[in-house]
Nanobody, 117 residues
Framework: QVQLVESGGGLVQAGGSLRLSCVVS????????MGWYRQAPGKQREGVAT???????TYADFVDGRFTISSDNAERSAHLTMDSLKPEDTAIYSC???????????WGQGTQVTVSP
């Protein structure tokens, strides 16, 4: 059973930084890509960043150079370093993983990020 375990969320003041981590377990399948989504209260879920095993990255426009996604293929993990956080970044951040040859996307439970003014 595939499991994604996220960590690193918390409360931070505006302008601060957090580093989210996500570890994939329960599968030996080849990972194609990992990423992060977020959902703020009362808003739709939106993509934040993705990274392929080849190292290609994509970011949402609102990231604006403040976040960096990275991965460790050997550890089957991904990380999201978030700098210059704003109150509007407050949301539940969820990790996702796509396996090669599979149409199914797996999701983590999510980790709360709260940015105070």
């Amino acid at each position: 059973q595939v499991q994604l375990v996220e960590s690193g969320g918390g409360l931070v003041q505006a302008g601060g930084s957090l580093r989210l981590s996500c570890v994939v377990s329960g599968s030996t399948g080849s990972i194609n890509a990992m990423g992060w989504y977020r959902q703020a209260p009362g808003k739709q879920r939106e993509g934040v960043a993705t990274i392929t095993t080849g190292g290609s990255t994509t970011y949402a426009d609102f990231v604006d150079g403040r976040f960096t996604i990275s991965s460790d293929n050997a550890e089957r993990s991904a990380h999201l370093t978030m700098d210059s956080l704003k109150p509007e970044d407050t949301a539940i951040y969820s990790c996702v993983v796509d396996f090669t040859g599979s149409d199914r996307r797996f999701w983590g439970q999510g980790t709360q990020v709260t940015v105070s003014p």
